[in-house]
């Protein structure tokens, strides 16, 4: 099993900043992709921005150019820096890492970190 910690939520004003982290523990050999996804009230979650082990990025279009995500493989965790935040930011985000054993890929989600952007 793999556990996922994530950490760095809050309240801020549009234009504001967030870093969000998260942490794999557990069996985390396999690793080859970590990253946040957010589910705003009413709406299906949906990706925000993902990194491969080798640092291969991928970025949903509503957060290019403000988000930035990194990773620190030696820790197996992974960082959300969030820039310039609106309003529409606003939702929980979920972290998520994939593994891959044997051929076979697996999710892993994180407990949900609450970010609210509201003046």
């Known amino acids: 099993q793999v556990q996922l910690v994530g950490s760095g939520g809050g309240l801020v004003q549009p234009g504001g900043s967030l870093r969000l982290s998260c942490g794999a523990s557990?069996?985390?050999?396999?690793?080859?992709?970590m990253g946040w996804y957010r589910q705003a009230p009413g709406k299906q979650r949906e990706l925000v921005a993902t990194?491969?082990?080798?640092?291969?990025?991928n970025y949903a279009d509503s957060v290019k150019g403000r988000f930035t995500i990194s990773r620190d493989n030696t820790k197996n965790t992974v960082y959300l820096q969030m820039n310039s935040l609106k309003v529409e930011d606003t939702a929980v985000y979920y972290c998520?890492?994939?593994?891959?054993?044997?051929?076979?890929?697996?999710?892993?989600w994180g407990q949900g970190t609450q970010v609210t952007v509201s003046s």
């Open positions: 557990g069996s985390v050999f396999g690793i080859n992709a």
């Open positions: 998520y890492a994939r593994i891959t054993r044997q051929g076979t890929n697996f999710a892993y």
């Open positions: 990194i491969t082990s080798g640092g291969s990025t």
